[in-house]
């Protein structure tokens, strides 16, 4: 039996990628499957929906549907009793569909055109969130039908992504914010913050945090009462990073929210990465290769334009798995459609490979599916669902 081994780190125990490897390889012997394909495991999203919710027992979960909008990952949040962040009215009808409860969501865009606030408004959604003076007048003729929250913003290096520079007011501003919906007649529900997606450090959530807590106590003085505190997703995932495992990440952070924040104000956070990259595993197939100014070149049947557009807009770094083991050597692993910008890794070091070898990437369940598109009208993955 040859041995998978994960080439971005050759020298990590082989026993449980090789598990894995094979798996993928009889998978796609025994069914009417064809790569590239996405094997999307139920029983992990309910793992990791369980592992959350132990390690932050104050906090509700709500999936962002965004990192993955897969009926069979929708289905699992419901079935566990757990709701939803939606970023737009699409979203809402995908969560209804897999049996949340319109009233129950929260719409978390801060920037919303009037067609999605009217059609969302419509469907009965109640919670918004708003970041600015401008985003708050366009519910005055929605006063009484809505509560809103208030985004604020937190400066975070650590974060793999930058989750505030489009969006969040300064800490400083809130107040005004939330002024300001109390003079146009709506209410003022309470906070959010991100503090950046693949949050590698927990400490600037503990900073968000204090910040939330100083200004939850402002906002009391001026009998602006707070009912809810949104503290994001951004939760980190392994991908080729040594990451804390959940438990011990949340740890300070529930510690933290025990300290500051009222067991009156409810808890809410927006994980998705965290939810859905580990069930899914994308198996892809050596298409063609060649030899180019002396550095051999493999084409894939997934790419940029596809499954990998996380490599583009999700900054991600996938593991990649093989089964070959001999001269490795320089090469480049690119995608299959006629753009040259379509190169999945422009300098990696490969053993050699054959065309129809199959690459195994898991943790491809975020930011990857649902970005992709079929440029050059090639078929996108599939996804294969199991238990
Ligand atoms: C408003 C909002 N909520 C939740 C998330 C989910 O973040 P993550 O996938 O890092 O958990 C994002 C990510 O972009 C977001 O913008």
Same mark, same amino acid.
Do not use: D, K, W
């Given at each position: 039996m040859i041995k998978a081994i994960d /080439? $971005?780190?050759? &020298? %990590? &125990?082989t026993e449980t990628l090789t598990a894995e490897y094979e798996r993928a390889s009889r998978i796609l012997g025994q069914a009417e499957v064809r790569t590239p394909f996405l094997l999307l495991e139920r029983s992990k999203i309910r793992q990791n929906l369980k592992r959350l919710s132990h390690s932050l027992p104050r906090v509700a979960i709500h999936y962002a549907i965004k990192s993955n909008n897969h009926p069979a990952v929708l289905e699992e949040v419901a079935r566990a009793g757990h709701r939803f962040d939606i970023s737009s009215y699409q979203e809402l009808l995908l969560a209804v569909e897999a049996g949340g409860h319109v009233r129950e969501q929260i719409h978390s865009h801060p920037i919303k055109s009037p067609y999605e606030i009217i059609d969302a408004i419509n469907a009965g959604v109640e919670i918004f969130v708003v970041d600015n003076p401008d985003e708050i007048d366009k519910f005055i003729p929605y006063a009484g039908k809505v509560r809103l929250m208030i985004r604020f913003k937190v400066e975070n290096n650590d974060a793999v992504v930058n989750l505030s520079y489009k969006f969040g007011c300064l800490p400083s501003e809130v107040v005004g914010l939330a002024e300001r919906i109390r003079m146009r007649g709506l209410d003022y529900y309470g906070l959010a913050f991100h503090v950046g997606s693949q949050c590698l450090s927990n400490d600037v959530y503990l900073k968000a945090v204090d910040i939330a807590a100083d200004l939850i106590k402002e906002l009391d003085c001026r009998g $602006?009462?707070?009912g809810i505190l949104d503290i994001g997703g951004?939760?980190? /995932?392994?991908y080729t990073e040594d990451v804390p495992p959940i438990e011990e990440f949340c740890k300070p952070i529930h510690a933290r929210l025990e300290e500051k924040i009222s067991h009156d104000i409810r808890l809410v956070c927006e994980p998705g990465r965290f939810i859905s990259a580990t069930a899914v595993t994308l198996v892809a197939s050596v298409i063609g290769k060649s030899v180019r100014s002396g550095r051999r070149w493999y084409f894939l049947d997934d790419g940029l334009y596809g499954s990998f557009s996380g490599r583009l807009y999700d900054h991600c770094k996938y593991q990649i798995l093989t089964n070959r083991n001999t001269t490795w050597k320089r090469s480049v692993l690119a995608g299959p459609t006629c753009d040259s910008f379509d190169v999945v890794y422009r300098d990696i070091i490969l053993p050699p490979l054959e065309i129809s070898d199959l690459l195994i990437f898991p943790a491809?369940? %975020?930011?990857c599916a649902v970005s992709a598109s079929s440029f050059n009208c090639l078929r996108k993955a599939e996804y294969l669902v199991v238990d």
């Open positions: /080439v $971005l780190n050759p &020298s %990590a &125990s $602006l009462e707070t951004v939760f980190p /995932v392994p491809m369940g %975020a930011y």
